[in-house]
């Protein structure tokens, strides 16, 4: 195991899911979901298309709202009261398939605008942190640029800093190399492991599971809106247990 | 079977080469542009006959155009004195001048506050239009110009301008104030001006119902009158049926509010506004006038005319409908039901309704709804009415542009965790009114035409005054082309310029090189 994983994790919590259900009008996506993620866990949450692992972790953000269950985000109950969402989702960094950077503004200012309208940081400030974050991600070079000049895989590694510049204490990430060519894969990972390095609490949806045997110390199977089976990446792999998981991991890793 | 050998390794890398030189010349331009198949060169040689035709017929027309002549009796004379068969009669614009650019009641020892308007205009609109380049305190001249220019052009007493733009600062305070109230205070507050509103409502819902029955009591033939008059009982009767149970809901809605604080700190300021414009703006500023006079001889609307009115039209027109259709777009994206339902009825009532229709209301109707007394400017009437008519336009054009966001747009501004206000200013609006350009453009440079409509009111802008006391006096009985050319002409260098700029704009804000 890597030594990523061997990272302490602490017993302090960082998120609360407790029997938490969804539904899109009459079709129930989440059911009864409880999930309890510590401070510096790197979860990663595979399954099947339309299973609900982008609705799960877009309920954490309330970018979908819930409609039975609790959330407790870093000790915040997630209603659908406007405060608490803002508050959580300043403490909650998202990565997104598509990357979703904003074409108008450049890279640098894609950094700067959150820490500035919403943490009311100095501009000058906010500039040196967005700095320091795309140095880390390796592109400051690229700062006064415009997304749509950047190739996908500079692009997400944009997207994760901007999330950073936000000085989140949890980041989820939704899918974010499955819109990449291959070649580009390797640098977002790399950038993701350096950041469960660091101790980051993660939930990451992906379907790389190198990166899951080398990062996560749990992985999470979910199918048709409910928690299948969970536990450390070397049992996940080695040794699933319901049938269903041995079905989707001999699809993705047979062939 | 086979003899090729799949096997293949490149060892040398290709050097770049220049692209072939283009085949350039205008005689090749011409044959693939002119003379490509023989439609394409039938369809050449007969252009090229009525281009030639019309040029030969024009040319002889502009140049033997007179320009100094008191009539067009006087014009023709000199015409056939000098032996030409056709020739302009510019002479008119010359005569008249003044009236096409101001109107015939203008006072004429003020024409230059108009025209000093006009200049300040483009200066004031220079930090707006082009806001990459000027520095943004630039941006406080802007903001001053409409005072200025309504002193300049009205004339009366500078300090009513003066008064109206404090309070409209005082009230941008007023706003700030409310919102940084901490939670308790403003739930106070919203009780108050809850209860205030709810007062204030029903009030005007009641004054509204008396208004009814007094249209009710106007409308009609005797014989006829009883199916107007069932109606507008019923019409009344609903409405006293719901003016305290609506009072009482938007005095609870602010009150419920308080919390999140978006209509206690809008209700507030309105009221403010409206508090300073109705009880403070007059003596205020005649007491001010009073001890500092800075008085312009008064202009009343009724005397605007020519282009002036033209001018005044469609810059305020333009610059109110846009902010305004931006309002309704967004309205018609809400979740709160009340807002979205207000913003759709609204937009597609005016999109089916004519123009020239709103129009009459404006001259006729609006005066019936207002008290006898009440002298409510024609300018602004007519104003109010075309702003809505294009703010409707508008606000589909922005609809299209919001619509062609990426959900993905929304979704990151929320989890970064921007609000309403935030997101929509700084990400959503930015990108849909780009996308927006050339619909807004598009609109914008027909309502700058459409303003010209207003003749049909009586009212004299450039096409009223041509068609009024120029082409029926005495002096220039039956003049046609040259006034009405002039009038094209400027109208064309105006919206011709309207739309280079917007060119201008949409190459500088191609920033996604897709
Ligand atoms: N906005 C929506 N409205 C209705 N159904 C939706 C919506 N978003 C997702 N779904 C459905 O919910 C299910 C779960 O979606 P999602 O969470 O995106 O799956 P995953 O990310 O695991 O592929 C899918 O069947 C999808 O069709
Ligand atoms: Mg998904």
């Known amino acids: 195991m890597a030594e990523a994983a061997q990272m302490k994790v602490s017993d302090e919590v960082a998120i609360t899911i407790q029997n938490m259900n969804k539904w899109y009008g009459t079709f129930h996506v989440l059911r009864d979901i409880d999930l309890t993620v510590y401070r510096g866990e790197r979860i990663v949450i595979c399954g099947p298309s339309g299973s609900g692992k982008s609705t799960l972790i877009r309920c954490i953000n309330a970018l979908e709202e819930h409609q039975a269950g609790s959330i407790e985000v870093d000790g915040t109950l997630l209603s659908s009261d406007l405060k608490n969402i803002d508050k959580i989702r300043s403490e909650v960094g998202m990565c997104f398939q598509h990357f979703n950077l904003f074409p108008h503004l450049t890279i640098l200012e894609n950094c700067t605008l959150a820490p500035i309208w919403v943490r009311k940081i100095p501009k000058k400030e906010a500039e040196e942190t967005a700095m320091h974050f795309l140095e880390k991600v390796k592109i400051p070079d690229q700062a006064g640029k415009y997304p749509g000049q950047l190739s996908g895989g500079q692009q997400q590694r944009v997207a994760i800093a901007r999330s950073l510049c936000m000085r989140p204490r949890i980041m989820l990430f939704d899918e974010p190399t499955s819109a990449l060519d291959p070649e580009m894969i390797k640098e977002v990972l790399d950038t993701m492991i350096e950041l469960a390095e660091e101790g980051m609490t993660m939930l990451c949806v992906t379907h790389e599971m190198g990166f899951a045997r080398q990062v996560a110390n749990r992985v999470i199977f979910m199918d048709a809106g409910q928690i299948v089976e969970q536990n450390e990446p070397e049992a996940f792999f080695n040794n699933p247990q319901s049938d269903r998981t041995k079905l989707f991991l001999s699809q993705i890793l047979g062939h | 079977m086979t003899d090729t050998n799949v096997s293949f390794v490149r060892h040398e890398q290709i050097p770049p080469s220049p692209p072939p030189p283009s085949q350039s010349g205008a005689i090749k331009w011409a044959r693939e542009n002119l003379f490509s198949n023989w439609i394409n060169s039938v369809l050449t040689v007969l252009a090229l006959y009525f281009i030639i035709r019309l040029v030969m017929g024009a040319t002889p027309w502009f140049i033997n155009g007179v320009w100094d002549a008191d009539s067009i009796r006087e014009c023709r004379d000199i015409l056939t004195a000098a032996g030409k068969e ?401 009038a094209a002409l400027v109208f064309f260098i105006v919206c011709y310029g309207i739309s280079q700029y917007s060119q201008w704009l949409e190459r500088q804000l191609a920033t996604d090189h897709r």
């Open chain 2, 86 to 486: 056709t020739g302009a009669c510019f002479a008119v614009l010359v005569d008249r001048w003044d009236h096409l650019l101001f109107g015939f009641k203008y006072p004429q020892d003020a024409y230059w506050r108009p025209t000093l308007a006009f200049i300040l205009l483009i200066a004031a609109a220079m930090p707006a239009l082009f806001y990459m380049y000027v520095p943004r305190k630039f941006l406080l001249g802007t903001a001053a110009y409409p005072f200025l220019a309504y002193w300049l052009i009205w004339g009366g007493s500078l300090w009513v301008p003066i008064v109206v733009a404090a309070a409209i600062i005082a009230t941008g305070l007023v706003f700030r104030l409310v919102e940084s109230l901490n939670v308790s205070t403003r739930t106070l507050l919203a009780g108050a001006v809850g209860i205030l509103a709810a007062i204030g409502l029903a009030y005007l819902l009641f004054l509204g119902a008396q208004e009814l029955r007094f249209i009710a009591g106007s409308i009609g033939s005797e014989g006829l009158r009883i199916i107007p008059f069932l109606l507008f009982w019923a019409a009344s009767i609903f409405t006293y049926v719901f003016f305290i149970p609506m009072g009482i809901f938007v005095g609870y809605a602010i009150y419920d509010d308080a919390e999140r604080g978006g209509l206690v700190t809008v209700v507030t300021a309105l009221l403010a506004i409206y508090v300073m414009l109705v009880y403070l703006l007059g003596p205020v500023s005649s007491g001010l006038n009073a001890v500092i006079p800075l008085e312009l001889q008064a202009v009343p609307s009724r005397d605007m005319g020519g282009y002036m009115l033209s001018l005044i039209l469609g810059t305020v027109c333009v610059s109110l409908s846009i902010p305004l259709g931006i309002l309704l777009a967004l309205g018609r994206q809400s979740n709160m039901p009340l807002i979205k339902g207000v913003c759709v009825v609204f937009i597609e009532f005016i999109r089916g309704v004519p123009l020239i229709t709103l129009l009459f209301v404006a001259n006729v109707m609006l005066a019936y709804f207002m008290p006898p007394q009440s002298n409510f400017d024609l300018i602004l009437r007519v104003i109010i009415m075309i702003t809505m008519f294009s703010s409707a336009y508008i606000a589909e054009v922005i609809r299209g542009g919001l619509a062609a966001l990426p959900k993905g747009q929304y979704e990151a501004a929320d989890s970064l965790g921007l609000n309403y206000t935030q997101a929509t200013r700084l990400i959503i609006l930015p990108q849909a009114l780009k996308i927006s350009i050339p619909g807004i453009v598009n609109v914008a440079v027909g309502l700058f035409k459409d303003t010209t409509l207003v003749s049909v009111i009586s009212m004299f802008d450039i096409v009223g005054m041509i068609r009024g006391p120029i082409q029926q006096s005495t002096d220039w009985i039956s003049i046609y082309w040259e006034v009405y050319l002039f």
